[in-house]
Structure formats: structure tokens, C-alpha cells
């Protein structure tokens, strides 16, 4: 089992950066891919990213893709999302997941683990 805590949320400009960090406990973390979701008012939980557990494969959802960079230290249990050129529909509550599912998993239902979420919004 993993426990999962996001942090790096906040309010931005439109255009402006963010990096959110997601801290794993347990030491295990390398088995799991890792992924952020994120869910906007009155929307759907969607996914944003995913990371294999090597760190060697990534994958992006086409709204984020060119803008956003996942990535994962091993070594410190800790995985990432740079957020550059936000735009205001990306503001949402960002959700980082873990997932047994090999080598990455895109949808929300194959995600086993899940973090108590972090606001990011972005003003217009």
C-alpha cells in the first residue's frame, strides 16, 4: 500500500507556472506507475498524466500535452508535474494516483492508490 500527498497548488496568472509535487510513503514507490488527474468544478475526474515506474515512459493527455512534464525521483519517493502556459481551464483540484497497471494507465478506474488533492487555479 501507498499513501500519497500533493502539494505546489496555488493561484496563477494565465501563462504563468506551476510544479506540483506528489510524496509517497512506504518503499515501494518504484513498483508503481504514477499518474495526475484532475477534476474542475462540476466536471469529471480526467486524467492529465502518467509516468511508468522507471520514469522511462510518459504519457499526456492532448489538452496539456506541449505545456505540462511529468517526472519521478525514485530515490525520493516523489513525483512531479510542471505546469508552464497555464490557462484558466486548467484550473481544477489535481489528484495524484498510483497504479499497479503496467507500463502506464490513462483512465481513472485503474488507478489504486489516490492523494487528498491540491487546488491549482488560474486567473484569466
Known amino acids: 500500500q501507498v ?11 494565465a501563462g504563468g507556472s506551476l510544479r506540483l509535487s506528489c510524496a509517497a510513503s512506504g518503499r515501494t514507490f518504484s513498483s508503481y506507475a504514477m499518474g495526475w488527474l ?3 468544478s462540476g466536471k469529471e475526474r480526467e486524467f492529465v498524466a502518467a509516468i511508468s515506474w522507471s520514469g522511462g515512459n510518459a504519457y499526456y493527455a492532448d489538452s496539456v500535452k506541449g505545456r505540462f512534464t511529468i517526472s519521478r525521483d525514485n530515490a525520493k ?3 512531479y ?6 490557462k484558466p481551464e486548467d484550473t481544477a483540484v489535481y ?3 498510483a497504479t499497479v ?3 502506464i ?3 481513472r478506474d485503474r488507478y489504486n492508490y489516490w492523494g487528498q488533492g491540491t487546488q491549482v487555479t488560474v486567473s484569466s
Open 101 to 103: 497497471y503496467r507500463p
Open 105 to 107: 494507465a490513462t483512465t
Open 3 to 13: 499513501q500519497l500527498v500533493e502539494s505546489g497548488g496555488g493561484l496563477v496568472q
Open 81 to 86: 508535474l510542471q505546469m508552464n502556459s497555464l
Open 38 to 40: 484532475r477534476q474542475g
Open 77 to 79: 519517493n516523489t513525483v
Open 95 to 97: 489528484y495524484c494516483a
